[in-house]
């Protein structure tokens, strides 16, 4: 057997044998020469890592709010004690040389409290943040067409540069080259083919495709396939399909509606109802506190529940009221220096698709329901003995969707998040302790439901939305028990609305739709915070010769720290 080359070095010389060979003198060392090739070098590798892989850019604006953030400011609600961002970019980086606009007002997403100059509380800061630093990945767009859903960013392609400056936007991906895109009810559809455009005006030249006028805007064709998908439910493999975003994306594109351990001081003092009570006279629920509960105890053996009112409260009306509304894509950072109570149109869309968190501890013999509401539906995700069943409830009748088996397996502590997004029921479970982590119940497509034209509109719903009021208005979120059980940390969550470009609202959501045809080669880009973003339906599509990489990762927010981590 040969013997195995060392790899440790040369051989020494046999014993007694005197090696003549002499080191080559290198002289001294040049210090200065050394850190010179090190700069170099390392300035050499950043600009190839900028140039062909990774790029960290900064957000100036509010378009992919609350996603991520532009120049914002933070804000401690004086009457509820929540923090929250608020759009500052008129004021840190105002465009077109016009002069800064000092944020002075803004309204608390969680009770409407409208603070201003004149507040009991404290005021608007005077500092700001810069927005979100992302790192972008380059080489992707070399080796994989993005997905949709993706964060990217491109270049304008209305103006790549000004002032030899690069316009850089970020959106989120939806459209991809050959497919018609459709916003209807604030949801989005995806036609991947199958529509006839050889009657309309192709591009002359390339280099325009992306121009408003090839998107072939509300097209007759477009629109009269989307209506015949509508109204056989949109069918999978039909022309037009609901698009339904991953968990992950449900997750980071989720919008506060209420935070129950956040209360409105000046309506708890006015006596004003609260949010979450019991409404069925079962009196089987014991709040902790009557004018401001945060923790319910329940008792019996016949399950009974606690319900979610949308109160908007006034507390400058004297005394302090709240009046009951349908919940909308309102979002507290989109309020800075509007009429009191407002922000900018279109901002007063129903938003139907709702998450429901709380904590639920769970004694001998307890079970816990948590119901969502849409329509003239009622959802429900039952948990007992190590199961979780689906049941859709449409006015007496009761219809078991799924079964299937979930961590809530006896008696414990657990947080519950129940969603009903994008016509898709979803649940996650974590048990409170020290490893609790959250796990996903997988329930198959029983879980998935059609999408319904709106039949009977209810006489409230002016805008024929699809809501009613015995469950959107009076119930749109519940917590049910049987037994013992104790329900705490209410916090619901809506999912994010799409509206439609210099559109308030259109006066019947039932019919009005908007399609948008993308010309091959190119993406069609829209703004998580859809009231507020210059996009793909106001200037047309992206090229994919513009287009830079994919957001991947967040790694300076300036507050919460905990917002560092990868963008879904």
């Given at each position: 057997m040969p013997a195995i080359p060392s790899i440790s070095g040369p051989a020494s010389p046999p014993a007694g044998v005197v090696n003549t060979k002499k080191k080559k003198n290198r002289g001294p060392r040049d210090p200065v020469r050394e850190a010179l090739e090190t700069v170099v070098f390392v300035v050499v590798l950043v600009l190839l890592l900028k140039l062909f892989a990774v790029e960290a850019f900064v957000i100036p604006t509010g378009s992919m709010a609350e996603t991520l953030y532009g120049y914002h400011k933070w804000v401690e609600c004086p009457e509820c004690g929540i923090r929250f961002p608020v759009n500052c970019s008129d004021e840190s980086d105002p465009q077109g040389g016009a002069l800064p606009t000092i944020v002075k007002e803004c309204t608390c997403p969680n009770c409407r409290y409208e603070i201003r100059n004149d507040s009991k509380g404290q005021p608007?800061?005077?500092?700001?943040?810069n927005g979100d630093r992302v790192l972008v990945l380059k080489a992707i767009y070399h080796v994989e067409d993005p997905e949709r859903g993706q964060v990217v960013v491109f270049k304008y392609p209305k103006e790549p540069q000004k002032q030899h400056q690069a316009q850089n936007y970020i959106k989120r991906l939806w459209g991809r080259g050959g497919e018609t895109l459709a916003i209807h009810r604030t949801k989005v559809f995806i036609a991947k083919g199958g529509i006839d455009y050889s009657g309309y005006a192709a591009p002359d030249d390339p280099l325009k495709a992306w121009e408003p006028e090839y998107r072939f805007h509300n097209a007759a064709e477009a629109v009269t396939a989307f209506n015949a998908a509508k109204a056989a439910g949109f069918p999978a493999g039909g022309t037009f399909e609901l698009f339904r975003k991953s968990d992950e994306m449900v997750l980071a594109m989720r919008r506060l509606v209420y935070d129950n351990n956040h209360q409105a001081k000046s309506l708890v003092a006015a006596g004003a109802p609260p949010r979450w009570a019991e409404r069925d006279g079962s009196h089987s629920w014991t709040p902790d506190n009557a004018a401001s509960p945060k923790v319910f105890t329940h008792a019996g053996d016949d399950r009974s529940w606690i319900r979610y009112r949308h109160l908007i409260e006034n507390v400058w009306a004297n005394p302090p009221k709240a009046t009951e509304a349908r919940i909308t894509n309102f979002m507290g950072y989109n309020t800075s220096n509007m009429n009191p109570g407002k922000q900018k149109d279109p901002a007063d869309y129903w938003a139907s698709d709702l998450m429901l968190e709380c904590t639920a501890k769970i004694d001998t013999g307890g079970e816990i329901a948590v119901e969502l509401s849409r329509g003239v539906h009622r959802y429900q995700a039952r948990f007992a003995n190590g199961q979780v069943t689906l049941v859709r409830i449409t006015g007496t009748k009761e219809e078991t969707l799924t079964t299937a088996p979930c961590p809530v397996t006896g008696p414990g502590?657990?947080?519950?998040?129940?969603a009903n997004v994008d016509c898709r029921l979803r649940v996650w479970v974590k048990k409170v302790?020290?490893?609790g982590v959250w796990k996903r119940v997988e329930l198959g497509a029983a879980a998935d439901y059609p999408f319904?034209?709106?039949?009977d509109p209810d006489p409230l719903d002016r805008n024929?939305?699809?809501?009613?009021?015995?469950?959107?208005l009076d119930a749109p979120a519940s917590v049910g028990a049987k037994g013992p059980v104790t329900v705490k940390d209410l916090i619901l969550y809506r999912d994010t609305v799409y509206t439609h470009m210099n559109v308030a609202r259109p006066d019947d959501m039932a019919d009005y739709v908007d399609t948008y045809y993308v010309q091959p080669g190119h993406y069609m880009c829209l703004g998580d915070n859809s009231a507020q973003s210059s996009d793909s339906r106001d200037w047309g599509a992206v090229p994919e010769r513009l287009m830079l990489g994919r957001a991947v990762f967040v790694f300076w927010p300036a507050f919460p720290v905990n917002r560092i981590g990868l963008i879904k």
């Amino acid at each position: 057997m040969p013997a195995i080359p060392s790899i440790s070095g040369p051989a020494s010389p046999p014993a007694g044998v005197v090696n003549t060979k002499k080191k080559k003198n290198r002289g001294p060392r040049d210090p200065v020469r050394e850190a010179l090739e090190t700069v170099v070098f390392v300035v050499v590798l950043v600009l190839l890592l900028k140039l062909f892989a990774v790029e960290a850019f900064v957000i100036p604006t509010g378009s992919m709010a609350e996603t991520l953030y532009g120049y914002h400011k933070w804000v401690e609600c004086p009457e509820c004690g929540i923090r929250f961002p608020v759009n500052c970019s008129d004021e840190s980086d105002p465009q077109g040389g016009a002069l800064p606009t000092i944020v002075k007002e803004c309204t608390c997403p969680n009770c409407r409290y409208e603070i201003r100059n004149d507040s009991k509380g404290q005021p608007i800061p005077s500092g700001d943040w810069n927005g979100d630093r992302v790192l972008v990945l380059k080489a992707i767009y070399h080796v994989e067409d993005p997905e949709r859903g993706q964060v990217v960013v491109f270049k304008y392609p209305k103006e790549p540069q000004k002032q030899h400056q690069a316009q850089n936007y970020i959106k989120r991906l939806w459209g991809r080259g050959g497919e018609t895109l459709a916003i209807h009810r604030t949801k989005v559809f995806i036609a991947k083919g199958g529509i006839d455009y050889s009657g309309y005006a192709a591009p002359d030249d390339p280099l325009k495709a992306w121009e408003p006028e090839y998107r072939f805007h509300n097209a007759a064709e477009a629109v009269t396939a989307f209506n015949a998908a509508k109204a056989a439910g949109f069918p999978a493999g039909g022309t037009f399909e609901l698009f339904r975003k991953s968990d992950e994306m449900v997750l980071a594109m989720r919008r506060l509606v209420y935070d129950n351990n956040h209360q409105a001081k000046s309506l708890v003092a006015a006596g004003a109802p609260p949010r979450w009570a019991e409404r069925d006279g079962s009196h089987s629920w014991t709040p902790d506190n009557a004018a401001s509960p945060k923790v319910f105890t329940h008792a019996g053996d016949d399950r009974s529940w606690i319900r979610y009112r949308h109160l908007i409260e006034n507390v400058w009306a004297n005394p302090p009221k709240a009046t009951e509304a349908r919940i909308t894509n309102f979002m507290g950072y989109n309020t800075s220096n509007m009429n009191p109570g407002k922000q900018k149109d279109p901002a007063d869309y129903w938003a139907s698709d709702l998450m429901l968190e709380c904590t639920a501890k769970i004694d001998t013999g307890g079970e816990i329901a948590v119901e969502l509401s849409r329509g003239v539906h009622r959802y429900q995700a039952r948990f007992a003995n190590g199961q979780v069943t689906l049941v859709r409830i449409t006015g007496t009748k009761e219809e078991t969707l799924t079964t299937a088996p979930c961590p809530v397996t006896g008696p414990g502590e657990y947080v519950l998040r129940f969603a009903n997004v994008d016509c898709r029921l979803r649940v996650w479970v974590k048990k409170v302790g020290f490893f609790g982590v959250w796990k996903r119940v997988e329930l198959g497509a029983a879980a998935d439901y059609p999408f319904a034209p709106i039949v009977d509109p209810d006489p409230l719903d002016r805008n024929h939305e699809g809501l009613t009021k015995a469950n959107d208005l009076d119930a749109p979120a519940s917590v049910g028990a049987k037994g013992p059980v104790t329900v705490k940390d209410l916090i619901l969550y809506r999912d994010t609305v799409y509206t439609h470009m210099n559109v308030a609202r259109p006066d019947d959501m039932a019919d009005y739709v908007d399609t948008y045809y993308v010309q091959p080669g190119h993406y069609m880009c829209l703004g998580d915070n859809s009231a507020q973003s210059s996009d793909s339906r106001d200037w047309g599509a992206v090229p994919e010769r513009l287009m830079l990489g994919r957001a991947v990762f967040v790694f300076w927010p300036a507050f919460p720290v905990n917002r560092i981590g990868l963008i879904k």
